[in-house]
C-alpha cells in the first residue's frame, strides 16, 4: 500500500523554478506510475506530468511542455516534479498521484498536496 507526501512548495518570482517531491511509501512503488496534478481555486484538477514506471517515458501537458521536468528515484521512492520558467497561471496545489494499473493508467493514490504560488 503507497503513501504519498509531496514536498518542496512555497513563494516563488515568475520566470523562477522551483522543484517539489513526492516521497512514497510501500513496497510496490517501483511498479506504480505517477503523475503530477495541480489544482488552482476554482478550477478543476489537470494532469500536469506522468511518468511510468521505469521512468522512461513521460508525459506532460502542452500548458507546462518545454518548462517542466518529470523525474523518479525508485532506489528512494521519490517523484520529481522540476518547474522552471514558471508563471503566475502555474499558482495553484500541486498533488502527486499514483497509478497501480498495468492497463492504462487509474490513479488510485493521492497525496495531500502541496501549494505553489508565483508572484508576478
Known amino acids: 500500500q503507497v503513501q504519498l507526501v509531496e514536498s518542496g512548495g512555497g513563494l516563488v518570482e515568475a520566470g523562477g523554478s522551483l522543484r517539489v517531491s513526492c516521497a512514497a511509501s510501500g513496497r510496490t512503488f517501483s511498479s506504480y506510475e505517477m503523475g503530477w496534478f495541480r489544482q488552482a481555486p476554482g478550477k478543476e484538477r489537470e494532469l500536469v506530468a506522468a511518468i511510468r514506471p521505469s521512468g522512461g517515458s513521460t508525459y506532460y501537458a502542452d500548458s507546462v511542455k518545454g518548462r517542466f521536468t518529470i523525474s523518479r528515484d525508485n532506489a528512494k521512492n521519490t517523484v520529481y516534479l522540476q518547474m522552471n520558467s514558471l508563471k503566475p497561471e502555474d499558482t495553484a496545489v500541486y498533488y502527486c498521484?499514483?497509478?497501480?494499473?498495468?492497463?492504462?493508467?487509474?490513479?488510485?493514490?493521492w497525496g495531500q498536496g502541496t501549494q505553489v504560488t508565483v508572484s508576478s
Open positions: 498521484a499514483a497509478s497501480g494499473a498495468i492497463i492504462g493508467t487509474k490513479w488510485d493514490l
